[in-house]
């Protein structure tokens, strides 16, 4: 049985943290070692981001979630998101993505061919 926080770590944030870098290069303007620093992560990792080898856009699908992501990587340039505030956006995600049911991540397991692309 695939848990909750393991698709959402698996799947969701690399989506998530490809979105955020995308905007916090494009959007704010920022380097990616400003960007890198500001997530915890490295500038190559940013790099990966920005050339689609990591994370997918998938999320961005979905325009509750895209609103989630746009505010969520506001917060985290203005440096108001801590662990909690980006647990909990993530949580909202991984809702709005498997339609609320506690389930879903066990049938996204099991039918590889409709699971995600994140």
Known sequence: MKLKLEMMIQQI???VRSFVAKELVFQYKLS???AAELLGITQPAISQYLNN????NRLVENKAVLGILQ?????IYERKA???????????????IT?????SAI?????KSEQLAL
């Open 107 to 111: 049938g996204i397991e099991k039918n």
């Open 32 to 34: 990616q070692a400003e």
């Open 99 to 103: 339609g609320g049911k506690e389930d």
């Open 82 to 96: 801590d662990e909690t505030h980006i647990t909990a956006e993530l949580l909202r995600i991984y809702t709005i």
């Open 13 to 15: 944030l690399p989506s």
């Open 53 to 56: 080898v990591r994370g997918s």
């Open 71 to 75: 505010n969520l990587t506001r917060c």
